[in-house]
């Protein structure tokens, strides 16, 4: 729960280009954490946070994808 609650902290970290109140990054993050992504061989990011290590791959992603870096 603590990791969820950190990613949901990097993510309304993020300079999305939204108007502040107007992004729900709860609401991405659950949607994200679901997607199959290329970065990850097609596996979904949720998948990857039962251990440390994986909750710290996925908060990778996300910083990347802040950066506009292509994983």
């Known amino acids: ?3 969820l609650m950190t990613l949901v902290g990097e993510v309304e970290a993020m300079n999305l280009g939204v108007v502040p109140g107007e992004f729900n990054a709860a609401k991405w993050l659950g949607s994200w954490l679901i997607s199959l992504l290329p ?5 979904t990011p949720s ?3 039962d251990t440390m290590l994986g909750q710290e791959l996925v908060a990778s992603l996300i ?3 802040e950066s506009g870096a292509y994983a």
């Not at 970065?39 to 596996?43: S, V, W």
Request: hydrophobic letters at 65%; charged letters at 0%.
């Open 1 to 3: 729960m603590i990791g």
């Open 39 to 43: 970065a990850l061989g097609g596996a």
């Open 47 to 49: 998948s990857y946070l």
């Open 63 to 65: 910083a990347m994808a």
